[in-house]
């Protein structure tokens, strides 16, 4: 198990680099993750352009609100002189648990400071530069120049999502020390809650400008499945804690070929080091290979359909495979009318629920066009 990245590379390449303690193996996935669906995306918005579904405008160009750009700009080099550099000048103290370090209160104010003014100051030179700028001047804008705006506002929508739905699967905890929300903020995630928090906050965003909404699910659907996927190989490398139930089963003749790990797995060393007593189905394992399959298959089929389907196949897909492998994995069982299940099995269920009357809505459609 890799906790953090400097465990990787230390035991892969026997190189020491101790800046690399500062990043999570689960966070370096993620942001893996969200680096490729933006990749995805970005292809998908470039090829419906280039097939004239999208199309690019020409807007001109606007002077940036210099009050917002200084704030904005400032706060950005003060949390780099505060933080980043304070870390770097004082690492051997702190290397230890560098990630309690970025969530304290602890910090250098001079360097803040120094670094606030340095890029406001860089901010205010630009903002000079650029008034030498005709204001009747146009550029052209293409549909996938909203990408990066995008990911990040996906980011932190998911990110809230995650969070909220983690803690409300876990009430009683939440109920007993609210404060939990914010002491390990990077702990505490689930998939679905990510998924549902960034859905709205991508549809506001790509609504704004232009995109209309059947086509934004369809170019998230497989990138979406993508991104879950890496996003599980963090799970399963950093043995995050989202293993499987116990596994007591012999590993059968037929698959003799399979690595025992991959059968039945103690994730020793893992990032909360727990030891665990038995070894457990390697859940996130299991969800790389069929995630990664899933995308394949979405990505192979997307020009298919009539405009939303691809996203409602998408639903099902992720709905099949999560209920599937909840069957084997660690999670809180609820009771509704005498029957238990998962707070992942009931969005499971309703995503496919979703999923078939949404390709029946869409299909009717097929000879009309997005309005």
Avoid at 321 to 343: A, H, W
Wanted: glycine share 10%.
């Amino acid at each position: 198990m890799y906790p953090t990245l400097y465990h990787a590379v230390f035991d892969l390449f026997g190189v020491s680099v101790p800046a690399f303690k500062i990043v999570m193996m689960f966070g370096f996935f993620v942001a893996l993750a969200f680096l490729a669906a933006s990749w995805v995306i970005t292809l998908e918005f470039k090829r419906l352009e280039k097939d004239g579904v999208l199309k690019s405008v020409q807007k001109k160009v606007k002077k940036p609100n210099l009050i917002r750009e200084l704030i904005t700009n400032g706060l950005v080099g003060f949390l780099i002189g505060f933080k980043i550099i304070h870390l770097g000048l004082n690492f051997s103290d702190l290397s230890d648990n560098p990630q309690a370090f970025l969530i304290s209160s602890e910090g250098s104010w001079l360097w803040g400071i120094v670094m606030m003014c340095s890029f406001a100051g860089y901010r205010y030179y630009q903002y000079v530069k650029e008034g030498e700028l005709d204001p009747n001047q146009t550029v052209t804008y293409h549909p996938y120049m909203i990408v990066s705006n995008l990911t990040f506002i996906a980011a932190l929508t998911g990110f809230t999502g995650a969070k909220l739905f983690h803690h409300l699967e876990y009430y009683e905890e939440l109920f007993a020390d609210p404060m939990v929300l914010f002491r390990d903020p990077f702990s505490g995630l689930t998939f679905f809650g990510g998924l549902i928090g960034g859905t709205i906050g991508v549809l506001w965003y790509a609504g704004k400008n232009g995109v209309h909404w059947k086509q934004m699910i369809d170019l998230g659907g497989p990138a979406l499945m993508l991104a879950y996927g890496i996003g599980r190989m963090g799970c399963h490398v950093s043995g995050d804690g989202d293993w499987g139930v116990e596994n007591f089963a012999p590993k059968p003749n037929w698959l003799n070929w399979l690595p025992d790990w991959a059968w039945a797995y103690n994730y020793e060393g893992n990032v909360h080091g727990i030891t665990l007593e038995n070894p457990v189905w390697p859940t996130p394992f299991y969800e790389v290979i069929m995630a990664l399959s899933l995308f394949f298959i979405l990505w192979s089929i997307r020009k298919r359909f009539a405009p939303g389907v691809l996203f409602c196949i998408y639903l099902i897909f992720a709905g099949v495979e999560r209920f599937l492998i909840e069957k084997i994995r660690v999670n809180p069982d609820y009771n509704f009318l005498g029957l238990d299940f998962t707070q992942a099995e009931m969005i499971s269920f309703s995503f496919v629920l979703l999923g078939i009357i949404g390709i029946v809505m869409f299909s009717r459609g097929t000879n009309k066009t997005i309005e």
